[in-house]
């Protein structure tokens, strides 16, 4: 089920007409279905109903305060990589008891800032890492509830960037040394180990390495428990894949049954860090057609928005669908086109060789499957304002991060002395 529907010829999310959203709002911008947020993260939660599961959202995907207060309402934890995310989730009240911080370059000065906040869990990658949290909890004089990440050697079968569990990805304590590593890190004086984590890729859309992966980990957990160490928690990462053209990604029911046969025997806490299953299609990135132009070979629909403020096409050569805001007539027939941004780069195409209704300067086209990795991963680049988003409840819209003047994006910037700065 689709919030993005045509009522009477124009695209709405829920009851809100897009093109009011842009006449009061501008374009480029990204809008949110409140309503397709809270749908996925209860599908997600009732597969997990009867699991000792923790739900941590994992705010990378999108990490908009409002996106993150409505999951927390729903009694969401967090997945955080940095002290801003952090301070993101904590400042919409999620419980630091809710709270998993992973990525492979904490800083000490995250360390400590987590520390004090009291958080559930850090996913540890490396043993400097691990000596690191150790000497900051100390000085702290508190424990750091541990869990090892490991890298099981597993290929998730996903794009080349967004896989993370091969042997020669940066992330995770290779499988070989994982043993040695949990027993340096029980011997530390400030560390608590509490279990294990993984996290092989995003955007997965075959079950079988979630499988072998989480085999790998119960294996592992077995072999310290008959170690004589407790393993109380298994933190399985994210990445379930969502259908942005015509993958078939794994029903959420079988996905949680693998979890279920897995690790059924241990009896221990589970964690989840799903990102793009939860907030993926509940977003769009709407934008305005500024020209339409004739190439040697193509026809280029040049839109307003850009590889800066959308950048998974140009990256990952992501597919991202495309609808008119207006619903076609069927007048004429369709043409094939690339949707452009203005940025300077040959690689700022939004999506290549589309079939469309035929588009003029001054008409709204949405691209869809927008609500992970699109906000925030876009830039100022050609210093172009960061792109606003807005979130729709019902019949109502709000904006819940505007776009920033010229003057705020010039503002951080300054001149020194000798060239005529303040100083001179
Ligand atoms: N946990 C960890 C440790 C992660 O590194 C990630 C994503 C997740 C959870 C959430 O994964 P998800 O459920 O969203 O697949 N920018 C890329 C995706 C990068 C994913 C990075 N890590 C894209 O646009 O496809």
């Given at each position: 089920?689709?919030?993005?529907?045509?009522?009477?010829?124009?695209?709405?999310?829920?009851?809100?007409?897009?093109?009011?959203?842009?006449a009061?709002?501008?374009?480029?911008?990204?809008?949110?279905?409140?309503?397709?947020?809270?749908?996925?993260?209860?599908?997600?939660?009732?597969?997990?109903?009867?699991?000792?599961?923790?739900?941590?959202?994992?705010?990378?995907?999108?990490?908009?305060?409002?996106?993150?207060?409505?999951?927390?309402?729903?009694?969401?934890?967090?997945?955080?990589?940095?002290?801003?995310?952090?301070r993101?989730?904590?400042?919409?009240?999620?419980?630091?008891?809710?709270?998993?911080?992973?990525?492979?370059?904490?800083?000490?000065?995250?360390?400590?800032?987590?520390?004090?906040?009291?958080?559930?869990?850090?996913?540890?990658?490396?043993?400097?890492?691990?000596?690191?949290?150790?000497?900051?909890?100390a000085?702290?004089?508190?424990?750091?509830?541990?869990?090892?990440?490991?890298n099981?050697?597993?290929?998730?079968?996903?794009?080349?960037?967004?896989?993370?569990?091969?042997?020669?990805a940066?992330?995770?304590?290779?499988?070989?040394?994982?043993?040695?590593?949990?027993?340096?890190?029980?011997?530390?004086?400030?560390?608590?180990?509490?279990?294990?984590?993984?996290?092989?890729?995003?955007?997965?859309?075959?079950?079988?390495?979630?499988a072998?992966?989480?085999?790998?980990?119960?294996?592992?957990?077995?072999?310290?428990?008959?170690?004589?160490?407790?393993?109380?928690?298994l933190?399985?990462?994210?990445g379930?894949?969502?259908?942005?053209?015509?993958?078939?990604?794994?029903?959420?029911?079988?996905?949680?049954?693998?979890?279920?046969?897995?690790?059924?025997?241990?009896?221990?806490?589970?964690?989840?860090?799903?990102?793009?299953?939860?907030?993926?299609?509940?977003?769009?990135?709407?934008?305005?057609?500024?020209?339409?132009?004739?190439?040697?070979t193509?026809?280029?629909?040049?839109?307003?928005?850009?590889?800066?403020?959308?950048?998974?096409?140009?990256?990952?050569?992501?597919?991202?669908?495309?609808?008119?805001?207006?619903?076609a007539?069927?007048?004429?027939?369709?043409?094939?086109?690339?949707?452009?941004?203005?940025?300077?780069?040959?690689?700022?195409?939004?999506?290549?060789?589309?079939?469309?209704?035929?588009?003029?300067a001054?008409?709204?086209?949405?691209?869809?499957?927008?609500g992970?990795?699109?906000?925030?991963?876009?830039?100022?680049?050609?210093?172009?304002?960061?792109?606003?988003?807005?979130?729709?409840?019902?019949?109502?819209?709000?904006?819940?991060?505007?776009?920033?003047?010229?003057?705020?994006?010039?503002?951080i910037?300054?001149?020194?002395?000798?060239?005529?700065?303040?100083?001179?």
């Amino acid at each position: 089920m689709t919030p993005f529907t045509y009522r009477s010829g124009a695209l709405h999310v829920e009851e809100v007409p897009i093109a009011r959203i842009a006449a009061e709002v501008g374009t480029p911008v990204y809008c949110y279905s409140a309503a397709a947020l809270r749908r996925q993260w209860r599908l997600f939660a009732d597969a997990f109903a009867d699991m000792p599961v923790t739900i941590c959202y994992s705010l990378k995907a999108n990490s908009n305060l409002s996106v993150i207060k409505i999951f927390a309402e729903l009694g969401a934890g967090v997945d955080v990589v940095s002290e801003g995310e952090l301070r993101r989730a904590l400042k919409v009240g999620v419980p630091p008891s809710r709270i998993v911080f992973s990525g492979v370059g904490k800083t000490r000065a995250e360390m400590r800032h987590a520390l004090e906040a009291g958080i559930l869990q850090f996913n540890v990658e490396s043993e400097p890492e691990l000596e690191a949290l150790n000497a900051e909890a100390a000085a702290l004089g508190v424990l750091a509830p541990v869990a090892l990440r490991i890298n099981p050697g597993i290929d998730a079968k996903t794009h080349a960037k967004i896989a993370t569990g091969k042997a020669e990805a940066k992330f995770g304590i290779p499988w070989e040394r994982a043993e040695a590593v949990y027993a340096q890190a029980s011997a530390l004086a400030h560390i608590r180990p509490v279990g294990l984590d993984i996290h092989i890729g995003s955007q997965l859309t075959d079950l079988s390495p979630f499988a072998a992966a989480f085999q790998r980990i119960v294996e592992l957990a077995r072999k310290l428990r008959t170690a004589g160490y407790e393993v109380p928690r298994l933190d399985l990462g994210g990445g379930l894949g969502i259908s942005y053209r015509d993958e078939v990604p794994p029903e959420l029911m079988a996905y949680a049954e693998i979890v279920r046969r897995s690790t059924s025997d241990l009896g221990c806490e589970i964690v989840l860090e799903p990102g793009r299953a939860l907030v993926g299609n509940a977003g769009i990135l709407v934008s305005e057609v500024l020209y339409v132009k004739t190439g040697a070979t193509k026809t280029f629909v040049i839109v307003d928005a850009a590889m800066n403020d959308l950048i998974r096409p140009s990256f990952y050569e992501a597919y991202h669908g495309v609808m008119p805001v207006a619903a076609a007539d069927g007048a004429a027939p369709p043409t094939r086109v690339d949707f452009v941004g203005p940025v300077c780069e040959t690689g700022d195409v939004l999506a290549s060789d589309r079939l469309t209704p035929p588009l003029a300067a001054g008409d709204l086209v949405a691209f869809l499957s927008a609500g992970a990795y699109g906000a925030v991963m876009a830039s100022t680049y050609n210093t172009r304002p960061l792109v606003p988003e807005v979130l729709v409840d019902g019949a109502r819209f709000a904006v819940i991060r505007r776009r920033p003047s010229y003057d705020e994006l010039l503002a951080i910037e300054s001149l020194p002395d000798w060239l005529g700065g303040p100083g001179g």
